[in-house]
């Protein structure tokens, strides 16, 4: 009987757990979906002076309709914040350093990085610059963000996960999401300026010429066909720390979280070899990847200042002000990459003990401005940073020396609302206009008309340098002496370097250096990319002919022929000769695979592919770990990398010249390097117990697409990442892809004929988990497969009124 009991009480606690497990699961569920995005019915607020629809179609891309655009500004605010406010917040935060208010300690480091710059008391500035108008503008964006927010049954779910309340938000905040891309884009700078300022001073001026090249046979500038890559010779000895063999640091700089790639293509086609007529534009912008995606996708329409209808469409960057970033305003296209024109200067300032609290700058000596920044912190007491501020910006340590950081972003004209008159640009020449007054970070634009034209130039605030401090050659550290003079102003808009409607009938940017002749010096070098990219990418454009379409226009960007590292397999193979494989079977395999395994792209099927890519890396690690190992003693991002991205050039001219001074120590001959980098790259992709045959570039080239929280909360990944599809492409090829980088979208449209307009993106419109559209278009982006860029017919519908 008692037994009987037991049983019958533990099958009602079972039941009992049970139900109660339910009953949390479905009050989870009902949370969640009390956040989702209002689609259909009503919005009545006292911000608008009229009406505005918003009509969604099946992927959730909304046109925004209405007769006043500030009207719109508000409702995009309000679909902005009801899809991705998290994403928003993450953004401002991340400018302003206030993550650690969200994540705790762990992101102090980033906050006290960021707050160097008050990049959010600069903010409230450039608000109050604004022009009324402007300003309305961007402060109607904010009022529809927060309705947006409030009127959600609930919270966005990643608040509840962190224990945190949304803050409201305002219009000092758009702003700084605009310096959230100045750091996501220019950031990398300070590294290079310390990695190559300890490059200048451990190397003689012939070597520092060889190891740091300002071109290679690479370049594809767009004013000449090419760069004179003759001049640095090999020097006759190489630099002491040359010989220095270190340990190899834990993290191998060629594990999967490492990737060479920078971001962006962009290229317009002239009417003169489009079927059309018309020109056409396409743009790629490579971003680190994660859920929900940077951009948001939409479609505006309203009426312009000559009464007709203007209908815009492309991306939008949610929390920036509400500016169509990149797209089509039915007369003209226009598209970005990254520029890596050297916007920032680091300047050593000197000291004194006789003058305490005081530092030297090259107009003399000052006392810079104190102002305390609190970091809040959960959990945690808040944080108090001292900031130091000199006339040229804010000071920071690195390797026992004071620099001040001075910065393009820095300028009152950083940051402006001027992108909103390429909405109502009709011609190429009113698009080139508003690009040298935009207020964002310098970007090359391309620009295509419905005429046909077509044009670069540089988007965003540059620096005037003086004639003494211009050049490739000066992003090095400069000196307190001010003998080479930092930059003194903002560059005026008609001296902005341009290219128009050149003979060849196309233009092609990616991140590469631009320019070869005097403009060069206007732009200097902030990073460029080696340059292999553009080259492929531009001859691919070349091979479209003379009548290309859209369609085939688009494809370019999907173009993984490994033509770069097509040339480090054939050394990997004349390394591997018979007498290299003779009793070494790995080598053996690694040789068959090299040749057989290897279908000319950088596929997801191939081994020979990886084993190319990864023993150029090893042979990278091999050389420069010394080096590397001192400059990141100055900054994390500092290496020899940071400081050339045409170290890949230095290299392979070493390999192919094997000059025996320069043969590091410890190897018997150029052929001994190259076999260990070999035996270095058996070892790194069979570490795991995954058998030589079987390491595909696929299984390294794994997407690791998720949302930030998952970082956080890794069990939750299932739910808020995307499939571990195996990505095709690479670096230093047109389809860009690594696992948490690559192609945030890719467009292709001929400006008055969007409808013919092409469009994929690898996550959806929504940030929600429960929304059709969170992982909305992703399989389409892996496999390449284009959607119209226009949104289809209306599915829900949206009204607001006053």
Do not use: C
């Not at 979906?33 to 959730?60: E, H, I, Y």
């Not at 994660?290 to 949610?318: E, I």
């Amino acid at each position: 009987m008692a037994r009987r009991a037991w049983l019958i009480w533990g099958r009602r606690t079972l039941l009992l757990i049970l139900a109660l497990v339910l009953l949390a699961m479905l009050g989870v569920w009902l949370f969640l979906r009390a956040s989702l995005a209002q689609l259909d019915g009503k919005v009545v607020s006292p911000q608008l002076s009229g009406s505005v629809t918003v009509t969604r179609d099946a992927n959730g891309v909304p046109t925004i309709s209405g007769a006043d655009r500030i009207d719109l500004a508000y409702a995009t605010g309000y679909v902005h914040a009801q899809e991705r406010f998290f994403q928003m917040d993450l953004l401002r935060r991340s400018a302003a350093g206030e993550l650690a208010e969200l994540f705790g300690p762990k992101a102090l480091p980033l906050d006290r990085a960021h707050r160097l710059h008050r990049f959010r008391a600069r903010a409230l500035e450039a608000l109050a610059r604004l022009s009324p108008e402007q300003r309305r503008f961007v402060e109607r964006y904010a009022a529809g963000v927060n309705d947006g927010l409030n009127a959600l049954g609930a919270r966005p779910f990643e608040y509840a996960l962190t224990g945190a309340r949304p803050r409201p938000w305002t219009a000092a905040d758009s702003l700084l999401t605009v310096w959230a891309m100045y750091i996501d884009l220019q950031g990398n700078q300070e590294a290079r300026d310390l990695a190559r300022g300890w490059l200048a001073s451990h190397t003689t001026p012939e070597q520092r010429a060889f190891l740091m090249p300002e071109a290679s046979r690479w370049d594809a500038p767009l004013d000449a066909p090419g760069v004179d890559v003759a001049a640095a010779a090999v020097p006759a000895a190489p630099p002491a720390w040359w010989h220095r063999k270190d340990a190899l640091p834990a993290r191998q700089v060629a594990g999967i979280d490492f990737t060479d790639a920078v971001g962006s293509n962009n290229y317009a086609v002239a009417g003169t070899r489009t079927a059309s007529g018309v020109a056409i534009v396409s743009d790629d912008m490579h971003l680190g990847l994660q859920l929900p995606n940077t951009w948001y996708r939409l479609a505006l329409r309203f009426p312009d200042a000559q009464g007709g209808q203007r209908r815009v469409v492309g991306v939008s960057l949610p929390g920036a002000p509400p500016l169509v970033i990149v797209g089509s305003n039915g007369h003209v296209a226009w598209a970005f990459t990254n520029s890596y024109a050297d916007t920032l200067d680091l300047v050593r300032l000197g000291t004194d003990r006789a003058r305490a609290g005081q530092v030297r700058t090259p107009a003399g000596w000052e006392t810079p401005l104190e102002k305390v920044e609190t970091i809040l912190v959960k959990g945690q007491p808040a944080e108090r940073v001292l900031v130091r501020e000199t006339s040229l910006g804010p000071i920071r340590e690195a390797g026992g020396e004071l620099y001040a950081i001075h910065w393009i972003a820095h300028a009152p004209q950083a940051v402006n609302l001027e992108h909103l008159r390429m909405e109502t640009a009709t011609t190429l020449d009113d698009a080139m206009a508003v690009a040298a007054v935009d207020g964002i970070p310098a970007q090359n634009i391309l620009i295509g008309d419905e005429r046909g034209n077509i044009g670069w130039t540089v988007a965003g605030i540059l620096p005037h340098r003086p004639a003494a401090g211009r050049g490739l050659a000066v992003s090095f550290p400069l000196d307190a002496s001010g003998t080479v003079p930092a930059w003194d102003g903002v560059l005026a808009p008609a001296d902005y370097p341009h290219v128009v409607n050149p003979p060849g009938g196309q233009l092609v940017t990616a991140n590469n250096r631009q320019l070869a002749g005097p403009n060069a010096q206007v732009l200097g070098d902030g990073g460029f990319d080696l340059g292999a990219r553009a080259r492929q990418l531009g001859e691919g454009v070349r091979s479209l002919g003379d009548k290309t379409d859209v369609p085939a226009t688009f494809r370019a960007a999907l173009d993984d022929r490994a033509l770069f590292v097509q040339e480090w397999r054939e050394r990997a193979l004349a390394a591997l000769d018979d007498a290299a494989v003779a009793g070494h079977p790995e080598r053996a395999e690694f040789r068959r695979l090299l040749k057989e395994s290897w279908d000319g792209h950088a596929s997801t099927g191939s081994v020979g592919y990886r084993l190319a890519q990864q023993f150029r890396w090893s042979l990278y690690e091999l050389v420069f770990a010394g080096a590397n190992a001192e400059m990141a003693r100055l900054d994390p991002k500092a290496s020899m990398q940071s400081a050339s991205s045409r170290w890949s050039a230095v290299l392979a001219r070493l390999l192919d010249e094997r000059p025996a001074a320069w043969l590091p120590s410890g190897y018997a001959s150029w052929q001994d390097l190259q076999l260990a980098a070999v035996d270095r790259t058996i070892r790194d992709v069979t570490k795991d117990g995954t058998p030589l045959a079987r390491a595909t570039w696929g299984a390294r080239n794994t997407a690791a697409i998720a949302h930030p929280i998952s970082m956080a909360l890794p069990f939750l990944k299932r739910w808020l990442g995307a499939p571990p599809d195996q990505l095709p492409g690479d670096a230093n090829m047109p389809r860009v892809a690594g696992p948490k980088f690559g192609q945030s979208e890719r467009l292709t449209v001929s400006p008055g004929r969007e409808e013919e307009g092409l469009f994929d993106m690898p996550g959806g419109q929504s940030g929600h988990p429960l929304s059709p559209w969170f992982l909305g278009g992703h399989a389409d982006w892996v496999r390449g497969k284009p959607t119209p860029l226009l949104p289809g017919p209306a599915q829900h519908t949206l009204l607001f009124s006053r």
